[in-house]
């Protein structure tokens, strides 16, 4: 709404009330009860906004304000500041804190976008795919890790870090790849990689399997991979490749929620 001036001729903020869908994804307790909550939005990105709602009772506004949560915000926006006056649910996904495993890859996928984004940096490729992980892993019967894994490499992707397992990233070859080089970003074959390779501890040895399966996760949405089951032991060299990527590329080392999860 702009500056304005008071009658004295002193400038003023005019402020601005606005909606936006957002997901919730953590809530910091502050002084004389009152919250921040850090939202991430389709229409602001990763917004914090402080508000006095009373977290106690089950109505639909404190509902909205838990983790987890995706709801419909109304903001009041100062010149440096958002509160949030009004919240209604849309999806509070309470069965997530029902169960361990869904509990802790759901927390980790929160954690993750609040360390991968930038303040009110729009990204409707993260929301989308925050959201329907939310709703994909509330569902699933098994393996959450799995789901929790393929996020990661999506939301790998969306920032332009992605693994390429297409080819050879040195030379192009299609086939024989026995390494994925973290600094390289993607698949190296054989005689690319050389014997050096293994003293590099950013350089994985890879078998057709993973090379196989990343490739999977990346080519189809996530809502195809809902029942994409990993076993253990190629799930968790898969994950270090995933993590190693995450430190070097974005600067993100380990989740505090990881140690959690199965």
Avoid at 75 to 104: M, P, Q, V, W
């Amino acid at each position: 709404m702009g500056i304005g001036a008071d009658p004295k001729g002193n400038r003023r903020e005019k402020l601005m009330i606005t909606e936006a869908e957002g997901i919730v994804i953590r809530q910091i307790k502050t002084a004389y009860g009152r919250r921040m909550i850090v939202l991430l939005t389709q229409k602001y990105g990763r917004i914090s906004a402080g508000t006095s709602i009373t977290e106690g009772g089950k109505n639909k506004t404190a509902l909205a304000l838990r983790p987890f949560t995706r709801g419909r915000y109304e903001l009041f926006k100062g010149r440096d500041s958002y509160s949030i006056n009004g919240a209604e649910t849309i999806e509070s996904h309470y069965l997530l804190g029902e169960d361990i495993d869904k509990y802790t890859c759901a927390a980790g996928a929160l954690e993750l976008t609040d360390r991968m984004l930038e303040d009110e940096q729009p990204s409707p490729g993260m929301y989308n795919l925050l959201s329907e992980y939310l709703s994909m892993l509330e569902k699933r019967k098994s393996d959450c890790g799995t789901l929790f894994l393929a996020f990661r490499i999506k939301a790998l992707e969306l920032f332009g870090s992605g693994i390429n397992v297409k080819s050879c990233v040195r030379c192009g070859k299609t086939e024989g790849l026995t390494r994925i080089s973290v600094p390289d970003g993607g698949a190296l074959c054989g005689d690319c990689a050389g014997p050096s390779a293994e003293l590099n501890p950013l350089i994985f040895e890879v078998g057709d399997d993973i090379i196989k399966i990343v490739d999977f996760i990346q080519t189809y949405p996530l809502r195809a991979l809902e029942k994409l089951s990993v076993p253990d032991p190629l799930r968790n060299k898969i994950t270090k490749i995933v993590k190693a990527h995450y430190s070097y590329h974005l600067g993100i080392d380990s989740l505090k929620s990881e140690s959690l999860i199965i």
